[in-house]
Structures are given as structure tokens and as C-alpha cells.
């Protein structure tokens, strides 16, 4: 599925969507994967796509705590 993915993000945003990918190695559950492949299809730009796969990365959307 992932490489469907990023053959997907590369041809619809080129270098702008194989940028995603790294984002797109952390995510685990084939449900967000298999959101982030429809998002892909209606999505204007990456940033539509890139938040589908931070709302499965809750802890890359949180700032860290300092102390």
C-alpha cells in the first residue's frame, strides 16, 4: 500500500508529495493508510494530505514539553 502511496503523492504533487513520505513511514495503522490514499484523490494541495496523517501522529503535532 505504501508504495501505491507514494507513487500517487509523486504523481499528483511531484516533489512537493515524496516529501510526505518520511511522515508517512510512522504511520502504522492501515485505516489512516488507507484514508491518506482516498485523501490523496480529492485533495487540493499536500497540506490536505499531510493532516489526515498528522491526525494519526498526535505526538508529531505536540510541541515537546521543556522542564
Do not use: N, W, Y
Request: aromatic share 2%; net charge negative.
Amino acid at each position: 500500500m505504501r508504495d501505491g502511496i507514494a507513487l500517487a503523492l509523486e504523481l499528483k504533487f511531484g516533489a512537493a508529495g515524496t516529501a510526505l513520505l518520511p511522515e508517512l513511514e510512522q504511520v502504522t495503522d492501515v485505516s489512516v493508510l488507507q484514508a491518506v490514499l482516498g485523501a490523496i484523490k480529492t485533495a487540493p494541495d499536500v497540506a490536505a494530505v499531510r493532516a489526515v496523517c498528522a491526525a494519526a501522529l498526535p505526538d508529531a503535532a505536540a510541541p515537546a514539553e521543556t522542564a
